[in-house]
């Protein structure tokens, strides 16, 4: 079954709410990343967080990890119309190879203006 | 902008036809990936390379078949394509950090049609 898995599937709120996304995960992990996509286009990474972090920060993006819950939050801080995206997170498994990432089904989050 | 691009980016072919998706990058990664993606769906590997000469099947079953003859170029070939074959192809690459981070960059993606 699929490592990643996105909360909500869907998000709608307006310019300057905070959205927030979820991901969990079943098997320990090495590092999780998070990744976003425009509508037809390729993912783009945003951020990484270690497996012996806690939490990291960059720009109006804030991002958790909780091992015990083997769980990921995504935080977006005043938000904007063009952070409508697709937003996807991705595990490399500690225990087999580094260099294959496994993406969960994404949360499509709508910025409305 | 990313360094790693994909050609055609949309193709629309009848069934039965031979197609390859190219997809070469200029940052002299030594990973390649490709990813099939079907509309608000996950990604799923369906082919990667660890360097020249090196080629592996992902966790997805998949009919086709891939390359790596240069380091820079890794393309994908459908010997007759099949409706079924629709979807998204995503290309990537990687280099692993000197911390052990896999971090991929993405082509724009070749969107597959086949009646």
């Known amino acids: 079954s699929q490592q990643g898995e996105e909360d909500p599937q869907a998000l709608s709120i307006q310019e300057g709410e905070n959205a927030t996304m979820n991901c969990s995960y079943k098997?320990?992990?090495?590092?999780l990343q998070w990744y976003r996509q425009n509508s037809g286009r390729g993912l783009v990474h945003l951020i990484l967080?270690?497996?012996?972090?806690r939490e990291k920060h960059s720009g109006r993006l804030r991002v958790t990890l909780d091992t015990s819950k083997k769980s990921s939050s995504l935080l977006i801080t005043a938000s904007r119309a063009t952070d409508t995206a697709s937003y996807f997170c991705?595990?490399?498994?500690?225990?087999?190879?580094?260099?294959?990432?496994?993406f969960g089904k994404g949360t499509l989050l709508t910025v409305n203006p | 902008e990313a360094d790693i691009y994909q050609t055609p980016r949309y193709l629309v072919i009848g069934t039965g036809k031979k197609i390859t998706l190219e997809c070469s990058q200029t940052?002299?990664?030594?990973?390649m990936y490709w990813y099939q993606q079907d509309p608000g769906m996950e990604l799923h590997l369906i082919h990667y390379?660890?360097?020249?000469?090196?080629?592996e099947k992902g966790d997805l079953s998949s009919e086709s078949t891939v390359s790596r003859i240069r380091t820079e170029h890794f393309p994908l070939t459908l010997e007759s394509a099949r409706p079924s074959h629709t979807s998204q192809y995503l290309c990537?690459?990687?280099?692993?950090?000197?911390?052990?981070?896999?971090?991929?960059?993405f082509g724009a993606g070749s969107r597959l049609t086949v009646l």
């Open positions: 990537a690459s990687s280099l692993l950090s000197v911390s052990g981070a896999n971090v991929l960059t």
């Open positions: 098997t320990s992990i090495n590092n």
């Open positions: 967080i270690r497996s012996n972090e």
């Open positions: 991705a595990t490399a498994s500690s225990g087999g190879s580094n260099y294959k990432l496994t």
């Open positions: 940052m002299g990664h030594d990973k």
């Open positions: 390379s660890y360097g020249v000469n090196s080629t």
